[in-house]
Structures are given as structure tokens and as C-alpha cells.
T-cell receptor, first 115, second 115 residues
Framework: GAVVSQHPSRVICKSGTSVKIECRSLDFQATTMFWYRQFPKQSLMLMATSNEGSKATYEQGVEKDKFLINHASLTLSTLTVTSAHPEDSSFYIC???????????FGDGTRLSIL | GDSVTQMEGPVTLSEEAFLTINCTYTATGYPSLFWYVQYPGEGLQLLLKATKADDKGSNKGFEATYRKETTSFHLEKGSVQVSDSAVYFCALSGDYGGATNKLIFGTGTLLAVQP
């Protein structure tokens, strides 16, 4: 089946560092990619939706300058957490879709820990 | 706005017990409904889906029927195994004015199956 690869799976870094997370669709072209944040024992919160070649659409309350999203190709989207702080520590999950009505396929997530 | 409500967990069962996880939704129009499963430390995997009323989604012994009259999509399995232990998310996807069709998730239900 469709596979989405997310990298890195875990990152630990100091406060103030910028962290980039990659999301790749391995066997299909992802016209749309989604970025979610999951807090402990809570559901997934959609952060933003990105379509290849255009600016990402952010959900209300998500800081665009804090969470930079780039979707430069049909197989790769990146999320950069800029100047990360401990409150940014979370589990970030991406998903990709080849086009409606195909379902979203999820990556395995990235555990981000900011010290 | 559209929303999904799931029964709170954790749900603790003995192996071979019958499982029901309740899910109800609120939506305008005719959404598609999904169940996703998340194993510890991993991303989400699509378990099953239904795209219209009275459809039954099924996979790996799990079933859920799209009930428009009760706006429900309850997940059932006749005999659970220890390997079914995971968090289960109910989700819907509707028409949000574009081709995005973003997913709206419930809060997730932790299932723990004991041998």
C-alpha cells in the first residue's frame, strides 16, 4: 500500500534551535500534505494543509512564522519549527494524499523534545 | 462546525472479548467516516472507512456501519487479541469548500487487551 516516510523519528535539541521535519510519499505523488500535532493522550490537531507549489493554509491559532511549511515537490513536504522552545515539544505527524477522494496516508510521526 | 465524539477510554478487555467503541458525529452534508488505529510510538493507520449511509467498512475482523439516522459509526470486533491494543480514532472528512477534505478526529480511545 501507499507509504509515507517521516524523518527524523525522534529529535532532542536545545531551546532556540530550529528543527526541520521531512515528510515523503514513497510510491505516489502527494498533491496535498497535512501536518498534525498530537499532545499526550489527546487527539490530532491539524496545524496546516499544504498543496504542492502553493503556500500552506494554516489552521486558526497556528503561528505561520513559527511553523514553516514547504511543499516544493509532489513527494516532499517539510515542517520547520523555528526557534523551538520547550512548549513546542510534542509528537508531530504528517499525512499525504494523492488527490480526492483518496484517503490520507500517515507517517510514523516525529517525537520532538526541546530542552 | 463538524465534530466527532468518541467514548472515553481506556477500554480494558480480556482476550477474545467483544469490542465496541462508540463514535458519533456532527456534520453538514454527507461526510465520509473513518477509523484509524495508532500503535505505541507510531503514526496512524487507516483501519476502515465508509463513504455513504448504510455502508459497512471492515478490515482485520473490525467492522463499522455508517448510520445516518443516528449519526454514528461504532467500531466493533467479535473477538479481540492482545495485538489489538492501541489507540483508535474515529474521524470524518467532509466538503470544506475546496479539494482539501481535511480530517476531523475524535479524541481517541485507548484499548488495552489483557491475555
Amino acid at each position: 500500500g501507499a507509504v509515507v516516510s517521516q524523518h527524523p523519528s525522534r529529535v532532542i535539541c536545545k531551546s532556540g534551535t530550529s528543527v526541520k521535519i521531512e515528510c515523503r510519499s514513497l510510491d505516489f505523488q502527494a498533491t496535498t500534505m497535512f501536518w498534525y500535532r498530537q499532545f499526550p493522550k489527546q487527539s490530532l490537531m491539524l496545524m496546516a494543509t499544504s498543496n504542492e507549489g502553493s503556500k500552506a493554509t494554516y489552521e486558526q491559532g497556528v503561528e505561520k512564522d513559527k511553523f514553516l511549511i514547504n511543499h516544493a515537490s509532489l513527494t516532499l513536504s517539510t515542517l520547520t519549527v523555528t526557534s523551538a522552545h520547550p512548549e513546542d515539544s510534542s509528537f508531530y505527524i504528517c499525512s499525504a494524499r494523492g488527490g480526492t477522494p483518496s484517503p490520507q496516508h500517515f507517517g510514523d510521526g516525529t517525537r520532538l523534545s526541546i530542552l | 462546525g463538524d465534530s466527532v465524539t468518541q467514548m472515553e477510554g481506556p477500554v480494558t478487555l480480556s482476550e477474545e472479548a467483544f469490542l465496541t467503541i462508540n463514535c458519533t458525529y456532527t456534520a453538514t452534508g454527507y461526510p465520509s467516516l473513518f477509523w484509524y488505529v495508532q500503535y505505541p510510538g507510531e503514526g496512524l493507520q487507516l483501519l476502515l472507512k465508509a463513504t455513504k449511509a448504510d455502508d459497512k467498512g471492515s478490515n482485520k475482523g473490525f467492522e463499522a456501519t455508517y448510520r445516518k439516522e443516528t449519526t454514528s459509526f461504532h467500531l466493533e470486533k467479535g473477538s479481540v487479541q492482545v495485538s489489538d491494543s492501541a489507540v483508535y480514532f474515529c474521524a470524518l472528512s467532509g466538503d470544506y469548500g475546496g479539494a482539501t477534505n481535511k480530517l476531523i478526529f475524535g479524541t481517541g480511545t485507548l484499548l488495552a487487551v489483557q491475555p
